[in-house]
């Protein structure tokens, strides 16, 4: 179980997603091109804050019925899922039909995740009822909508599962809003609030001088000289203090 787990998640929340995403890319630890979805899933409802949580993966298809003899997987069973994670979860479904063919969820699935404390469901298939989720405030990401749910099974529960090129496991921390989806590494997730404060803190001295609406271009240049100043201190400062953990 990770230290903090549901404070820092909800510390998280907080912030947009581009925000933390330039606050992982502050440690140094993976490739600027590495750990969003990039492309193909879109926030039904744009408007809705950002979502936090623990990854809970699910795989489906709708392509055809379900074969004789395969168990399958209950929606009972899935938000029994939900208790082995350290917090407040995210329901990540891939749907294993290229291209989809019909809905993965709908109404029924989504309120009975948002009763059992999911924070949002983000998948790479199509979804339904939209209207009905939106009156719900149920964040939900998708990679289109049908009206039909065709022959949907669920196939497996807690392995890991892959959303346009982004490989994500059970556990995993997930930031999303209308900006995309990102997979925040464990290893430095109770420290990103604080790195995310201090970067809204560091970008505002620009946005104030914008606001004043001059025109003065030296003043514009002061003052994204000083934002980027701060914005190496604080780097600095999170590369060495890994340094000195150990970890970096």
């Not at 405030?137 to 022959?151: A, E, I, K, L, R």
């Not at 807690?158 to 989806?181: K, S, T």
């Not at 505002?204 to 201190?233: H, W």
Request: hydrophobic share 40%.
């Amino acid at each position: 179980m990770i230290k903090g787990n549901q404070q820092f998640v909800a510390a998280l929340a907080q912030f947009d997603t581009p925000t933390v995403a330039n606050a992982i890319e502050m440690f140094g630890i993976r490739d600027r091109t590495e750990g969003y979805v990039r492309g193909g899933i879109r926030a039904c409802f744009p408007e809705l804050p950002p979502i936090a949580g623990f990854a809970a993966t699910i795989t489906l298809r709708g392509s055809f019925p379900k074969p004789p003899g395969l168990e399958g997987t209950s929606l009972e069973a899935q938000v029994e899922l939900f208790a082995s994670l350290p917090g407040s979860p995210v329901v990540i479904m891939e749907d294993v039909d290229v291209p989809p063919v019909s809905a993965a969820f709908g109404e029924l699935m989504c309120s009975t995740y948002q009763a059992f404390g999911a924070q949002g469901l983000i998948t790479n298939g199509w979804g339904r009822d939209l209207p009905q989720i939106r009156k719900r405030q149920f964040p939900v990401f998708t990679s289109g909508d049908c009206c039909s749910h065709g022959h949907s099974h669920l196939l497996s529960l807690g392995l890991p599962v892959n959303l346009y090129g982004l490989a994500v496991r059970q556990g995993d921390v997930i930031h999303a809003d209308a900006n995309g989806v990102l997979l925040v590494p464990l290893e430095i997730a109770s420290e990103l609030p604080e790195v995310a404060r201090r970067l809204v803190l560091a970008e505002q001295v620009a946005l104030d001088f914008v606001a004043t609406g001059s025109k003065d271009r030296n003043q514009l240049r002061e003052a994204r000289k000083e934002m980027f100043r701060q914005l190496e201190v604080l780097e600095a400062e999170v590369r060495g203090q890994r340094r000195q953990r150990g970890n970096g």
